[in-house]
């Protein structure tokens, strides 16, 4: 009884401390209006059961109408509603919102395998956070997961960055940056500056997995700064004689150097030669020239009179008129090029010998893979 009493006390006399603050005029008070008589029944054993809390009247003197306000239940050695020991509520407006000029506007933190701070919705959002210069949303795990989105219909997280340099979702991790699960699209970025970016000191930047679609989908320019490596490479476009109904496909053309092709064809003049001139840039760009020459609607030995120089080369031993095929290739030599020759046979490391970069093709489950997407 004399624990009931207290606790009765200490309640009422909070509330009548706020009220008094605000009738004085102390700008930040808020004025509460208990929700009824507070209840202090005695729990189970000697644990105090829950307490009624309180709802806001008016902040500064403010009256809030309506349903907005906060309607708050705290749990006193127990758990209110078996999930929550702090409900708030607003019909119109924010269930709670927290600001701060220096710090965090809203902290939430579990202590063991629960959830910091949850957020969920029917139909708008579960969580917004915006920020002027700060972070808007940031979530941090030592072990877990630092965010999770998931949606039923919607996106399970969504990004959006309206700055040249922006980031729409940014990911940091020691295994996976950002984990996207869905049906149609795990990840999708849509930014003026950068939709989606990924960064890996050691693995993987950006990895994408897929059983039956696409494993990666980009419907514009793609840029690639760095090598890029394949196990097979086609166009694919709508095939020009039936392309509501089929596909066609080319592979590329491949060799083990940075190779150039050039070609065209050339019409001899009346002394049986021709003058090529190449692109002002070709002698910057490439070395060790190679040369095809075919003779169009006649045959004549013709050859090479004079190897490229100053981005043009000669040929003759033909005949007046006579069409000329030519090709030539070259080995890129600019400084990118210099500084990541084509590594043709290299060894494993040690950590993916054993592994296949494509297993089920050489036989093997598909566990046996090098790059297996990994989740956490």
Not at 63 to 78: C, E, H, P, Q, R
Not at 116 to 123: F, K
Not at 179 to 191: D, F, K, M, P, Q
């Amino acid at each position: 009884m004399l624990f009931k009493a207290g606790k009765r006390h200490i309640l009422l006399s909070a509330l009548a401390i706020i009220t008094v603050a605000v009738t004085f005029g102390l700008a930040g008070c808020v004025t509460v209006t208990p929700t009824g008589t507070p209840d202090n029944s005695v729990g189970t054993g000697n644990t105090p059961a829950p307490s009624q809390g309180a709802k806001v009247a008016s902040i500064s003197g403010v009256k809030l109408g309506g349903d907005t306000g906060i309607f708050s239940k705290v749990a006193v050695n127990a758990t209110l509603d078996n999930d929550s020991s702090l409900v708030s509520f607003s019909s119109r407006g924010n269930g709670v919102k927290g600001m701060s000029d220096t710090w965090n506007g809203v902290l939430g933190m579990a202590s063991t395998t629960g959830t910091g701070v949850a957020g969920g919705s029917d139909s708008g959002m579960g969580m917004y956070g915006t920020s002027k210069s700060g972070t808007g949303v940031k979530g941090e795990s030592n072990s877990g997961d630092g965010v999770i989105g998931k949606s039923a219909s919607g996106h399970g997280v969504y990004g959006e960055s309206h700055t040249q340099n922006g980031v729409g979702v940014y990911g940091k991790g020691d295994t996976v940056a950002i984990l996207g699960e869905g049906s149609a699209c795990a990840v999708r970025g849509n930014s003026e500056g950068v939709g989606v970016r990924g960064h890996s000191t050691t693995g993987i930047g950006i990895q994408g997995d897929s059983d039956t679609g696409q494993a990666g989908f980009f419907n514009g320019k793609v840029h690639i700064n760095g090598t890029l490596t394949k196990s097979s490479g086609t166009f694919k476009i709508d095939h020009p004689q039936d392309p509501e109904n089929k596909y066609l496909s080319h592979s590329f053309v491949e060799c083990p150097d940075m190779k150039n092709v050039y070609d065209g064809t050339i019409l001899l003049d009346d002394n049986g030669e021709a003058t090529v001139n190449l692109p002002s840039y070709f002698e910057a760009l490439n070395r060790d020239f190679r040369y095809q020459l075919t003779c169009i609607g006649g045959y004549a030995p013709v050859y090479v009179a004079s190897e490229i120089k100053d981005n043009q080369f000669k040929i003759t031993g033909g005949k007046a008129g006579l069409k000329i095929s030519w090709q030539v290739t070259g080995i890129r030599q600019d400084p990118w090029a210099n500084a990541h020759p084509v590594i043709v046979e290299e060894e494993k490391l040690a950590s993916e010998k054993g592994l296949y970069l494509n297993p089920v093709e050489w036989g093997q489950p598909k566990e046996k893979g090098i790059y297996q997407l990994t989740k956490p």
